[in-house]
């Protein structure tokens, strides 16, 4: 399965996050322990626009105004 999250509170994207940004992390590591292919996609203007893949999770950083 593949899953994608839009999230702009994601913990390895931004200082500033709360519980959602905490849930979405603890269940997209889930899926992908399990096998299944997981991206989060987190708008930002805080750090550079790239790709990260942290715990087996694609982590899109976009620039605010791209979105």
């Not at 905490?22 to 790239?50: N, R």
């Amino acid at each position: 399965m593949r899953l994608c999250y839009l999230c702009d509170e994601y913990p390895l994207a931004t200082a500033k996050f709360g519980g959602i940004g905490v849930a979405f992390q603890a269940e997209a590591e889930w899926f992908a322990a399990k096998g299944h292919q997981v991206s989060v996609v987190c708008p930002t203007s805080a750090l550079a626009p790239g790709l990260s893949r942290p715990n087996a999770v694609d982590v899109h950083l976009v620039s605010r105004s791209s979105v």
